[in-house]
């Protein structure tokens, strides 16, 4: 008797599509509701579009999905158990991609929030600067957040890295001015005190 191992392969990967395609469509919908101007209601979708990756990723018997970036294991797992699901590799890529781009639109929904949680916005641009150090947009809101939060050095380091990427960004060039204002201000008020 010959098992059809194609077959079964087939059968664990469809709920993992299932619930890949409901993450993605949740994404879309928060990136329509945001296009909208629906922040508060684009800030749902994409926590609802998070859950059904951690969802899958646990479905995958990947439980630490906080730590890293959904199903993103860098050691290989064994292959899944039977009645369990598992990701092609495209499949994993996309989690990863749509992930990250969550985070960044949910920083995104927070920045044009009329109380803004600079907190939240620098841990969600955080999450995606530990996977792409280089991405424009998580630097500046970063930077931005920081800013607001009174740490103007950091805020700096981060508007910096991201006027490297875009050198003609005014919202970049505003957001250093102001910063360097701030720490030459706090600089002279030291100054003064210690005297």
């Known amino acids: 008797m010959s098992v059809d191992r194609g077959g079964l392969v087939k ?11 409901r993450a993605l469509d949740f994404k879309t919908q928060g990136t329509q509701c945001y296009r909208d101007k629906k922040y508060r209601e684009a800030i749902g979708k994409y926590h609802r579009a998070l ?33 369990k699901c598992s990701l092609t590799e495209e499949q994993k890529g996309a989690v ?9 639109s949910l920083a995104a929904c927070l920045l044009q929030m009329e109380l803004v949680n600079y907190e939240r916005v620098k841990e ?7 996977k792409e150090g280089e991405n424009f947009k998580a630097l500046y809101r970063s930077g931005v957040a920081y800013y607001h939060l009174g740490d103007y050095h950091k805020a700096l380091h981060y508007l910096q890295e991201s006027h490297k990427q875009q050198p003609s960004d005014t919202n970049v060039i505003r957001y250093i001015q102001l910063t360097e204002m701030k720490i030459r201000r706090l600089a002279q008020r030291e100054k003064k005190e210690s005297s």
Do not use: F, I
């Open 51 to 83: 859950l059904e990756m951690k969802g899958l990723c646990r479905a995958l018997g990947d439980p630490d999905v906080g730590a890293r970036s959904a199903c993103a294991a860098p050691p290989p797992p064994p292959p899944p158990p039977p009645g």
């Open 11 to 21: 059968q664990q990967q469809q709920p993992a599509a299932d619930a890949l395609r």
């Open 96 to 104: 990863e991609s749509a992930e990250l781009e969550c985070y960044n």
């Open 124 to 130: 969600y641009c955080l999450k995606v600067l530990r």
